[in-house]
């Protein structure tokens, strides 16, 4: 019994230590992104994984937001990336919209989401897995860009539909009408 105890001790034990020396994800703080603006960066890593957080904030008064952000990972004899994953997350921790893929990882934040952006403070996310015995080097993008929506209410969209009804039914009587040539 003891031996069980110890073991599992020591592996506690390790599991901590590896934790505490591994490296925490690189942090970096974009600041105020303007409505019409737009931020890039590059990451180089060895591997075998590479993660990074950029902190930024869209300024008070924007509304109506959406961001698109892209990762593009070099492929070439010297690099390579087998997996890009990017989130962009509000400040309460809740994920809004992410992508994932080789050599490109890429999302709109409202066509995703449905969740049109105010002001406030948010995170954008990248990790990916480096392919074995190369590099990474990717470069990513975000933009926030102003969504002009114009809502169509229900009742429009009934008509339109009611209008294409009676088209059709005209067009079948017109048919039905017209003399068949034999």
Do not use: H
Not at 19 to 38: E, K, R
Not at 41 to 65: E, H, W
Not at 69 to 88: H, P
């Amino acid at each position: 019994m003891q031996r069980v105890s110890l073991g599992s001790f020591l592996g506690l034990m390790l599991t901590l230590a590896v934790g505490f020396a591994s490296v925490p994800a690189q942090a970096a703080t974009i600041g105020v992104l303007p409505v019409g603006g737009s931020y890039s960066d590059t990451i180089s890593s060895s591997g075998p994984t590479f993660s990074r957080d950029y902190n930024f904030q869209l300024a008070g008064g924007a509304n109506n937001v959406s961001i698109l952000a892209t990762a593009f990972g070099q492929s070439s004899n010297d690099f390579g990336v087998d997996l890009l994953q990017i989130g962009l997350y509000d400040s309460a921790s809740n994920l809004i919209a992410s992508g994932s893929g080789t050599p490109i990882a890429w999302f709109d934040s409202f066509s995703q989401s449905g969740i049109a952006l105010g002001a406030g403070a948010y995170l954008f996310t990248v990790f990916g897995q480096v392919t074995a015995g190369k590099d990474a080097f990717v470069s990513i993008s975000l933009a926030a860009n102003q969504i002009n929506t114009v809502p169509i209410p229900a009742a429009g969209l009934m008509l339109l539909t009611g209008l294409g009804a009676l088209g059709g039914l005209a067009l079948r009587r017109r048919a039905a009408a017209e003399p068949r040539a034999a």
